[in-house]
């Protein structure tokens, strides 16, 4: 009798990590699924309003329309609209953009977008994934404001929009920046105490680069194989 109580108990501990693994994975679909779409119509509305197709106000009307038309719709307040169109253009010059399914939005102004070639790993396809959309969003205002506003971003006067924008006028190349490639940094003895700098030390090494700096700090790294030029 107690061998088959001990049958059924492991019995119903197979149920029941299947039942676990499941809802995870439904959860991480759900997840993957919504990022998609948001980045699809955060793509439609910058195509619409940075191009002034678009007048003002059309986010605050659009936002009204869809509630009427889909009554209960949550996550489309024109403060969240606003955060698609944020994440989509933080996001576009990634080619993990590039590699999402084809979202509907994307063809109905008749625009397509370029084959650039994909150099994205699955990997990091499904590490950008498993992060949810308000997680992407404080990450992308933390990164830009944290130093800024504490004063150790020199801007002379401009912001961090304004110095984004310029490095685009002058043909400045972004650097992918991936999650699975910042979740192994912690291999890097941690020789500097600002964890930004770190990261910027582990992708500069990850992807051969030099490093153009005036803090003498990072010449700490050159054990590791860091180029500084400070």
């Known amino acids: ?6 049958t059924y108990r492991d019995a ?19 997840n993957a699924e919504q990022l998609n779409l948001y980045i699809g119509v955060g793509n439609y509305i910058s195509a619409n ?18 509630q009427a038309e ?19 253009e933080e996001w576009n010059h990634v080619d993990i953009i590039r590699s999402l399914p084809t979202n509907e939005l994307k063809a109905i102004d008749g625009s397509s977008e370029s084959d650039a070639p994909n150099a ?5 396809i499904e590490a950008f994934l498993r992060v949810g959309f308000s997680h992407h969003i404080e990450i992308i205002f933390k990164c830009k404001d944290l130093k800024y506003s504490i004063g150790k971003l020199n801007l002379s006067g401009g912001t961090p929009d304004d110095l984004m924008a310029a490095l ?9 920046v991936f999650p699975g490639i910042w979740a192994q940094s912690y291999q890097l003895p941690r ?24 803090d003498k700090k990072l010449r700490a790294y050159e054990s590791e194989g860091l180029r500084v030029i400070s």
């Open 49 to 66: 309003t940075r191009s002034g197709k678009w007048g003002s106000g059309a986010i605050e009307a659009i936002s009204q329309q869809l």
């Open 70 to 88: 889909l009554p209960g719709l949550r996550g489309f307040s024109p403060a969240n609209m606003r955060k698609m169109r944020l994440f989509y």
């Open 120 to 124: 994205v790993s699955l990997e990091d």
């Open 12 to 30: 119903a501990i197979r149920i029941k990590n299947a039942v676990l693994q499941s809802r995870y994975r439904a959860a991480s679909s759900a």
């Open 1 to 6: 009798m107690s061998e088959k109580i001990e």
């Open 191 to 214: 020789l500097h105490t600002d964890p930004f700098d770190h990261l910027l030390v582990w992708e500069a090494l990850t992807n051969d680069l030099t490093v153009l700096s005036a």
């Open 168 to 176: 685009d006028d002058e043909s400045f190349d972004r650097l992918d």
